[in-house]
């Protein structure tokens, strides 16, 4: 039999001497923030309500957590084996937790996807998708670069630029080619082929995007040509407005073949070298192994018929 009482050899209470778990929390957000700061900003609390926390924590362990330096904070010995077991038991907790959580059956499929890649190949091939499945609904939210799963999100698309996390299951979709493409009116004259090859003018105008600021310079090794500045040049801040304003005619912009392969195949743009690949891929995301038959493998299996073209 067991009991909550004190003298009872069997209490729960007596058993069971937890530090405050509230503290516990902030303790783990300053560890691995190395701030308290930037953990009072990610739990929305003060600097001084993580201070007060982690105080707490210390004097109810009787030990030191962190050596405070300047605006930083770092473990100490007794301080790293707490996180490692906090980090452990938070871990065990939210993994419990995502497999008990029943998903509703009639619940969209929440899939983010990388804003240029989401408007110009992925939403114009939609609605084939929803005329074959229509039984599964599709939330489609816009971003790119590192995301959680804990916002919401069944399924990202991303390319394969950043690391994600161990446990995160990596489907591939297809690989990453790219070239220069330009409006066909101004082939002739910024990639003349005086040789039967096509060259690149002096003069022609590059399209450079602040997501992508390597692009060119990558392109040049690749092919091995040589890096010689452009006498023009012009830099937007997303992606897609590069590749807009090269079916405008405003230059040369680098671009995946799959973000232009609609364009090229409507007159809208040319690609004078064809494409390369450049060595990364994209893939689809999840938190879990994907069976052919559930929503999320009917998806995949179509992304991969999409991107063979």
């Excluded at 064809?274 to 999840?286: H, I, P, R, T, W």
Aim: charged share 20%; proline share 7%; net charge negative.
């Amino acid at each position: 039999m067991k009991t909550d009482t004190l003298s009872d050899k069997n209490s729960q209470i007596l058993r069971r001497r937890l530090p405050p778990l509230g503290a516990l929390r902030c303790f783990e957000a300053a560890a691995r923030l190395e701030s308290f700061t930037q953990a009072g900003a990610a739990l929305h609390l003060t600097h001084g309500a993580i201070s007060r926390a982690v105080r707490a924590l210390e004097e109810d362990l009787g030990t030191a957590l962190f050596e405070r330096r300047s605006h930083r904070v770092f473990l100490t010995p007794a301080g790293a084996e707490l996180l490692h077991s906090v980090t452990q038991a938070l871990d065990l907790i939210e993994n419990t937790a995502s497999r008990l959580r029943a998903p509703d059956p009639e619940a969209p499929l929440v899939l983010s996807c990388e804003p240029t890649l989401l408007m110009r190949w992925l939403i114009p091939r939609l609605p084939a998708f929803q005329a074959a499945h229509p039984e599964i609904s599709i939330q489609l939210l816009a971003g790119g670069g590192p995301f959680s799963f804990n916002a919401g999100i069944d399924l990202a698309i991303r390319r394969n630029d950043f690391a994600w996390s161990d446990e995160t299951q990596a489907h591939w979709l297809f690989d990453e080619a790219i070239g220069p493409v330009c409006r066909p009116d101004k082939q002739a004259d910024w990639t003349p082929s005086p040789n039967g090859q096509p060259t690149l003018a002096e003069h022609a105008p590059r399209l450079h995007s602040a997501t992508r600021p390597q692009a060119w310079e990558q392109w040049l090794q690749q092919r091995q040509l040589p890096a010689t500045p452009p006498l023009q040049e012009q830099v937007f801040e997303h992606f897609y407005f590069s590749l807009q304003a090269a079916v405008a005619g405003l230059g040369l912009a680098i671009a995946p073949w799959q973000l232009v392969r609609d364009d090229l195949a409507g007159g809208l743009l040319c690609a004078p070298f064809d494409f390369v690949a450049d060595g990364s891929a994209y893939y689809l995301l999840s938190t879990q192994a994907i069976s052919d038959a559930s929503a999320a493998g009917h998806l995949l299996r179509w992304l991969r018929e999409q991107a063979l073209g």
